[in-house]
C-alpha cells in the first residue's frame, strides 16, 4: 500500500528553537496532505489542512504564525513549530490524501516533540 | 458540534479473548465511520468502515455495526491474537470532497499469549 513517511519520530529541543517536520508521500502524489496533534489521552485534533502550492487553511485556535506549513510539492509537507515552548510538546502525525473519499487517507507514523 | 468518544485504555487481554472497544459519536449530518489501527513504529491504516445507518464493516476479523439509534460504532473481534496489538482509532468523517476526520483518543489494546 501507499506509504508516508514522517520524520523525525522523536525530537527534543530547547524553549525557543524551531523544528521541522517532515511529511513525504513515497509512492504517490498527495494533493492534499492534513497535520494533526494528539495530547496524552486526548483525540488526535486536526491542525491544518494543506493543498499543494497554496497557503493552508488552520483550524480554529491554531495559531498560523505558531505553526508553518508548507507544502510546496506533491510529495512533501513540512510542518515548522516555532519558538517552541513546553507547551507545544506533543504527537504530531500528517497525513497525505489522493482523493476525495476518506479510505484514501495515508498516515505517517508520528512524530512526538519534547520542548526543554 | 462533531465528536467522537471511545473507551479509555489499555485494553489488556489474553490471546483468542473477545474483544470489544466502545466507540460513541455525536454528529451534525450523516457521517461515515471509521476505525483506524496503528500498529507500533508505523502510521494508522484504515481497518474499516460504514458509510450509513445498519452498515457493518468488517476486516481481518474485526467487525463494526453503524448503530444509528445508539450512536454507536463498536468494534468487536471473537478470538484476539497477539499480533492485534495496537491502537484503535475511532474516527467519523463527512462525504463531499472532504477528508477531513474526527478522531477519538485511541485505546490501546495488549494482548498477552
Known amino acids: 500500500g501507499a506509504v508516508v513517511s514522517q520524520h523525525p519520530s522523536r525530537v527534543i529541543c530547547k524553549s525557543g528553537t524551531s523544528v521541522k517536520i517532515e511529511c513525504r508521500s513515497l509512492d504517490f502524489q498527495a494533493t492534499t496532505m492534513f497535520w494533526y496533534r494528539q495530547f496524552p489521552k486526548k483525540s488526535l485534533m486536526l491542525m491544518a489542512t494543506s493543498n499543494e502550492g497554496s497557503k493552508a487553511t488552520y483550524e480554529q485556535g491554531v495559531e498560523k504564525d505558531k505553526f508553518l506549513i508548507n507544502h510546496a510539492s506533491l510529495t512533501l509537507s513540512t510542518l515548522t513549530v516555532t519558538s517552541a515552548h513546553p507547551e507545544d510538546s506533543s504527537f504530531y502525525i500528517c497525513?497525505?490524501?489522493?482523493?476525495?473519499?476518506?479510505?484514501?487517507?495515508?498516515f505517517g507514523s508520528g512524530t512526538q516533540l519534547s520542548v526543554l | 458540534g462533531n465528536s467522537v468518544t471511545q473507551m479509555e485504555g489499555p485494553v489488556t487481554l489474553s490471546e483468542e479473548a473477545f474483544l470489544t472497544i466502545n466507540c460513541t459519536y455525536t454528529a451534525t449530518g450523516y457521517p461515515s465511520l471509521f476505525w483506524y489501527v496503528q500498529y507500533p513504529g508505523e502510521g494508522l491504516q484504515l481497518l474499516l468502515k460504514?458509510?450509513?445507518?445498519?452498515d457493518k464493516g468488517s476486516n481481518k476479523g474485526f467487525e463494526a455495526t453503524y448503530r444509528k439509534e445508539t450512536t454507536s460504532f463498536h468494534l468487536e473481534k471473537g478470538s484476539v491474537q497477539v499480533s492485534d496489538s495496537a491502537v484503535y482509532f475511532c474516527?467519523?468523517?463527512?462525504?463531499?470532497?472532504?477528508?477531513?476526520?474526527?478522531f477519538g483518543a485511541g485505546t490501546r489494546l495488549a494482548v498477552h499469549p
Open positions: 497525513s497525505a490524501s489522493t482523493g476525495s473519499t476518506n479510505e484514501k487517507l495515508f
Open positions: 460504514a458509510t450509513k445507518a445498519d
Open positions: 474516527a467519523l468523517g463527512f462525504s463531499g470532497g472532504y477528508n477531513k476526520l474526527i
